[in-house]
């Protein structure tokens, strides 16, 4: 693997030279393996191909995850989510029951192995918000409570340079579980109408000289829905940071930070 240097930067394939960007750099490396048809259908990739089944499904997962909390990605997420949530669905798949390639992705099984992802692996919440919080659901998990007791945000938020204010958010989602179907030869949820579904509340803006004060926030899944059991109600909470100048309070585009605090 080799770094491409000079202004023109090449994508694809010439002269049996790969050319690609990864994580942001652009990159090149000598072409070559088998072909797409030959692993589709030579006897001697059976486990390459079971192994791209089961991996494309927990990309799938992965996405369904990233729709749910689409409201809040673009400031919270880090450029490796992607990549973070179809490890870990990979992790669920491989503790799944059944033939290689067909495995389940049963998240409401293993919740435990979602709760605690920080959407930015490389921003902590812990680090940024060290008042202490509860985030709890009713019976049905269809209503998620944030609460943040009394706190003097300049003694509990380590705040990025330039910040005046900020923004308690939470965020739920519901990820359903997902089975291989051979009719489609690939993944999908078991409950694909509740699949997806995200809600994101917050506070108000705050300034982060004000005084104590509590917070609670309550997410409510829509039109009635009372979740499937294959349904896991994924629950987030984060710190928006600002800048005010004069009136006008602008979110920064990035420091922010949001942590999966827990999966009902």
Do not use: W
């Amino acid at each position: 693997m080799s770094k491409q240097k000079g202004l023109i930067k090449l994508v694809g394939n010439i002269g049996g030279v790969s050319f690609y960007n990864a994580g942001g750099e652009y990159l090149a490396r000598m072409a070559g393996g088998p072909s797409k048809e030959r692993i589709q259908s030579d006897p001697s990739f059976a486990r390459t191909r079971e192994n791209n089944a089961e991996f494309g499904g927990s990309a799938k997962v992965g996405k369904a995850f990233r729709t749910a909390f689409s409201g809040v990605l673009q400031t919270m997420a880090g450029s490796r989510l992607t990549a973070q949530l179809t490890k870990l669905f990979k992790a669920i798949n491989l503790k799944g029951v059944g033939r290689r390639g067909k495995r389940p992705i049963v998240l409401s099984a293993n919740k435990e192995m979602l709760s605690g992802l920080d959407l930015d692996k490389k921003i902590s919440l812990t680090t940024v918000f060290s008042a202490p919080y509860r985030v709890s659901a009713n019976a049905d998990r269809n209503e998620v409570t944030f609460s943040v007791p009394s706190f003097l945000p300049a003694n509990y938020l380590d705040a990025p340079s330039g910040a005046t204010h900020f923004k308690i958010v939470g965020a739920i989602g519901l990820v359903s579980d997902y089975s291989y179907n051979d009719d489609i030869k690939g993944y999908e949820p078991d409950v694909a109408e509740e699949n997806s579904i995200g809600v994101v509340v917050g506070s108000t803006v705050r300034s982060l000289d004000s005084s104590s004060t509590a917070i609670t926030l309550t997410a409510t899944v829509p039109d009635g829905i009372i979740p499937d059991t294959s349904i896991s109600v994924v629950a987030c909470l984060g710190i928006e940071f600002y800048q005010k100048v004069g009136t006008d309070d602008y979110l920064f585009a990035q420091d922010n930070v949001m942590k999966v605090t827990d999966v009902f």
